[in-house]
């Protein structure tokens, strides 16, 4: 069965300092993975989605960043943060494949990020 | 992707059935209904979704009206740790399926 995990669970970071978030999938081959993150009380927002190693789509300007450097791997990253950028991220993972992204996204159990 | 409305919050006794209701009247032809659930601090699960047809899995009942103008999600044995905010949403199937969660139903289970 297909498994997704995330790392770390939960980050406590300085204003200015860089991060670093990583999202795996298991059990699947060539997934749709996707960034939301979750603001407290509030809904899911986008921030980036990618159906291959290399392919990142970005919904939100930002200053953060992803990369997929290997088919089941998802990082988030940024070189700065910010006081905004204390959230909840959360990976996600479809099946991948030609016909859209309609496929059920499975999420994985996300990352509580604090900057201070 | 059409909107949702849903209660804000609902609660429901220990064993008895939950019935969680949502509208969607502006749902198109090619749009499914989904519904997730997130329990505090958790990521969002996916519990099932449908097309136009009631389905059923081992977590839940999906009952979507004939017109599909609103559905049911039905947890036919609630239980405590069914607590949760439950998210009902409507995904086309050709576009970039960017999981748009409202403020979904609070569901409270008292013992």
């Known amino acids: 069965s297909q498994t997704i995990h995330q790392w770390p669970a939960t980050l406590v970071q300085p204003v200015g300092s860089p991060l670093s978030l990583e999202c795996t999938v298991e059990?699947?081959?060539?997934?749709?993975l996707y960034w939301y993150r979750q603001a407290a009380g509030r809904g899911l927002q986008l921030l980036f989605y990618s159906v291959g190693i290399g392919q990142i789509s970005s919904e939100v300007p930002q200053n953060l960043s992803a990369s997929r450097p290997q088919d089941r791997q998802f990082i988030l990253s940024s070189k700065k943060l910010l006081l905004s950028d204390s959230s909840f991220y959360l990976c996600a993972w479809s099946v991948g494949g030609t016909s859209g992204f309609q496929e059920t996204q499975y999420f994985g159990p996300g990352t509580r990020l604090l900057v201070l | 992707d059409a909107k949702t409305t849903q209660p804000t919050s609902m609660d429901c006794a220990e064993g008895r059935a939950a019935n969680l209701p949502c509208n969607h009247s502006t749902i198109s032809g090619n749009e499914y209904v989904y519904w997730y659930r997130q329990i505090h601090s958790q990521g969002p699960q996916y519990i099932i979704h449908g097309l136009k047809n009631n389905e059923t899995n081992e977590m839940a009942s999906l009952i979507i009206t004939e017109d599909r103008k609103s559905s049911t999600l039905i947890l036919p044995h609630a239980t405590l740790r069914d607590t949760a905010v439950y998210y009902c949403i409507v995904i086309g199937y050709s576009s970039a399926s960017k999981i748009i969660f409202g403020s979904g139903t609070r569901l409270s289970i008292r013992p």
């Open positions: 059990g699947t081959s060539n997934p749709n």
